[in-house]
T-cell receptor, first 116, second 110 residues
Framework: GAGVSQSPSNKVTEKGKDVELRCDPI?????LYWYRQRLGQGLEFLIY????????KSGLPSDRFSAERTGESVSTLTIQRTQQEDSAVYLC??????????????FGSGTRLTVV | GIQVEQSPPDLILQEGANSTLRCNFS?????LQWFHQNPWGQLINLFY???GTKQNGRLSATTVATERYSLLYISSSQTTDSGVYFC????????????FGKGTLLTVNP
């Protein structure tokens, strides 16, 4: 597609439920990233995919968080047993390859997750 | 890890005014980018500027890598410039992981 698409745009869930967030990157972009943005804060790195592999998962906050990517395309971020501190905007970005400079990173509009 | 500090945290301007936003970082960087997050949450790349000076219309940026800071200049500001401006860097062995500052919230009033 023309840009990075994320769904849903908003998600309200009850504490303890599992949620899945989806990212459709730009076609042909081999690198995909998930970031989290808490209210009033900058973005925190969660995970990096090169193709379908995740060489860097160091930013995932706990084992309740997992992500996968298939077909070198769509990625899903799953949060199990959600907690209130998981409330944030989850942003996905893609690039042709890692660290592609000026035009490298294209971000989606994010999924706003609220855990009640 | 590397620390990124942005100042000021908030800035209110009248349309037509000029402004300078600052980004300090605690270690050498491979990459530095400025982003604008509009009020709808969309992040837009403004500049890729690990060193030197670049200009794009009313915006320009300068990075002095040896002194570990970057400046974003906005001239003749417009209401559409409102939003949050983020500085983000790659450092160390990573060429893909961006570390973001907390941003500068800019409000331009008509």
């Amino acid at each position: 597609g023309a840009g990075v698409s994320q769904s849903p745009s908003n998600k309200v869930t009850e504490k303890g439920k599992d949620v899945e967030l989806r990212c459709d990157p730009i076609s042909g972009h081999t690198a995909l990233y998930w970031y989290r943005q808490r209210l009033g804060q900058g973005l925190e790195f969660l995970i990096y995919f090169q193709g379908n592999s995740a060489p860097d998962k160091s930013g995932l906050p706990s084992d309740r968080f997992s992500a996968e990517r298939t077909g070198e395309s769509v990625s899903t971020l799953t949060i199990q047993r959600t907690q209130q501190e998981d409330s944030a905007v989850y942003l996905c970005a893609s690039s042709l390859g890692p660290g592609q400079g000026q035009n490298g990173y294209t971000f989606g509009s994010g999924t706003r997750l609220t855990v009640v | 890890g590397i620390q990124v500090e942005q100042s000021p945290p908030d800035l209110i301007l009248q349309e037509g005014a000029n402004s300078t936003l600052r980004c300090n970082f605690s270690d050498s960087v491979n990459n530095l980018q400025w982003f604008h997050q509009n009020p709808w949450g969309q992040l837009i790349n403004l500049f890729y500027i690990p060193s030197g000076t670049k200009q794009n219309g009313r915006l320009s940026a300068t990075t002095v890598a040896t002194e570990r800071y970057s400046l974003l200049y906005i001239s003749s500001s417009q209401t559409t410039d409102s939003g949050v401006y983020f500085c983000a860097v790659n450092s160390g062995g990573s060429n893909y992981k961006l570390t973001f500052g907390k941003g500068t919230l800019l409000t331009v009033n008509p």
